[in-house]
């Protein structure tokens, strides 16, 4: 049996990736499943793989726990598909958005087609470059519950006194100095009324 050797790369982190070799007949739930295990990220969320051209286009898509409008549509299932039903070219492509919700998306790249070795058990990952980033489930900050949380109804004081000056105080000050320019402006400006 033939074995495929695919280079699966996150597309915002280029220099993390992980080799997973898959047997031809596998599925493509198991390429999910074993993307899941090098990444440790749950692999039962909304996730779809694109067949791709070398651009990066999405072509047919194969999806796990599809919209019911994708369902209606007739999409494809990922535990119904083998891998070789869409291997044509020796470095096939397939795009991969990882949880719709909150999606990471990544390059599933062919890289070689190798035969099968006793003794080991697939799917095998076989090189494992970086570490994945942070889940994405807690890379982002939570959602809304809908519950007000009881830190909301906090009443917020400021203190008025900054930088340990009081502001009354400050105040005071100026007003003493203008009620005394005051007057003495108040008599020059008399005098340059009567001039005009």
């Not at 999405?58 to 599809?66: F, S």
């Not at 007000?148 to 000050?173: I, Q």
């Not at 009620?179 to 020059?188: H, N, Y």
């Amino acid at each position: 049996m033939a074995i495929y050797r695919f280079r699966v790369t996150f597309e915002d982190y280029e220099d993390i990736y992980r080799e997973i070799d898959m047997p031809s007949k596998g599925t493509f739930l198991e390429l999910h499943e074993a993307i899941h295990s090098s990444t440790g990220y749950k692999a039962d969320v909304s996730s779809s793989f694109y067949v791709s051209n070398d651009q990066w286009k999405k072509g047919t898509e194969i999806a796990l726990l599809p919209s019911s409008r994708k369902a209606d549509a007739g999409v494809l299932l990922m535990e119904t598909i083998r891998l070789s039903k869409f291997i044509d070219d020796p470095h096939q492509k397939f795009y991969y958005i990882y949880n719709f919700d909150r999606p990471y998306d990544f390059h599933v790249e062919l890289v070689k087609i190798l035969k099968e070795e006793d003794g080991k058990v697939y799917p095998l990952v076989s090189r494992v470059v970086g570490d994945a980033p942070k889940n994405a489930s807690a890379a982002n900050f939570p959602l809304s519950t809908g519950i007000d949380d009881e830190d909301d109804d906090e009443e917020v004081t400021t203190d008025e006194t900054e930088y340990g000056v009081d502001d009354e105080e400050e105040f005071d000050m100026f007003d003493d100095e203008e009620s005394e320019s005051g007057e003495e402006s108040e008599q020059k400006s008399s005098g340059y009324e009567d001039e005009f």
